[in-house]
């Protein structure tokens, strides 16, 4: 059962980023991904019995890969302790883990979108390909972002915040806790005979464009990262057979 105590906790970290300053927007997803993790680190002390299972969610449905809405949902999956897919038939794009990990992947996802969305209008009739270009841009950088956040947490632990919770965990214990989700996820994939494969690198057709957009991504608030990161380096997502 979904944790409704962690879903209000959340959504109120989204009301106070949903100003007209939209560049707090990830700030408030990476501490949603640490209130999350925390919670995960609680459930793990009351013991296996408490565990939740693995499932999975629809988030989304497009008509083809669109690979910018692919990248931020990968990046706020692996956050998040969840694994994103999307198949190559239905169009369905889905996370597996945990019913509360996966309320809130769709809660960031959504967020999120609407987000890069807003940063968008601000460059209309720049004409598509530039658009297009913005929006991968500013997808790559997220992603990479919202990554890094969970790395953070695997090489430096969680502290307690007195303004949410007073909950930490070492470094050591945080690792555990992502491979724990990781191994049942697997578990479950295979149950399931679902088959994954690496989505092929796309070009961007227009750097200027990917430029902007990789730049508004950095302009998102998330304050403690500084990384000479490569566009090249995130271009891969799951697809499913």
């Known amino acids: 059962m979904v944790d409704q105590n962690l879903l209000e906790k959340i959504s109120?970290?989204?009301a106070l980023a949903s100003s007209p300053n939209e560049h707090e927007a990830a700030?408030?997803?990476e501490k949603a991904a640490e209130l999350l993790a925390?919670?995960?680190?609680?459930?793990?002390?009351?013991g296996q019995d408490k565990d939740e299972d693995i499932t999975k969610s629809i988030v989304d449905k497009t008509g083809r890969?669109?690979?910018?809405?692919m990248w931020i949902l990968a990046g706020i999956a692996n956050a998040n302790g969840c694994q994103a897919m999307r198949s190559t038939y239905s169009g369905e794009m889905r996370v597996v883990g945990t019913e509360t990990n996966i309320t809130v992947s769709q809660s960031l996802y959504e967020y999120l979108i609407t987000v890069v969305d807003k940063l968008v209008k601000k460059h209309r009739g720049k004409g598509r390909v530039f658009i297009n270009a913005f929006r991968v841009g500013c997808a790559t950088r997220l992603r990479q972002r919202l990554e890094l956040r969970r790395k953070?947490?695997?090489?430096?632990?969680?502290?307690?915040?007195?303004?949410?919770?007073s909950i930490s965990a070492s470094?050591?214990?945080v690792r555990s806790m992502f491979e724990k989700h990781a191994s049942a996820?697997?578990?479950?994939?295979?149950?399931?005979?679902?088959?994954?494969k690496t989505q092929k690198s796309i070009?961007?057709?227009n750097d200027l464009g990917f430029s902007f957009g990789y730049i508004a991504g950095e302009k998102v608030s998330l304050n403690y990262w500084n990384q000479n990161l490569h566009k090249d380096k995130f271009i891969k997502q799951l697809t499913i057979k």
Do not use: F, P, R
Request: proline fraction near 0%; include cysteine.
């Open 12 to 14: 109120k970290l989204l």
């Open 27 to 29: 700030l408030a997803a």
């Open 38 to 46: 925390k919670h995960n680190l609680s459930v793990a002390d009351l």
């Open 65 to 69: 890969y669109v690979t910018w809405k």
């Open 152 to 165: 953070y947490m695997e090489e430096k632990g969680i502290t307690a915040d007195d303004d949410y919770d």
């Open 171 to 173: 470094a050591i214990v």
């Open 185 to 196: 996820i697997q578990a479950y994939l295979k149950l399931e005979g679902v088959q994954c």
């Open 203 to 205: 070009e961007v057709n």
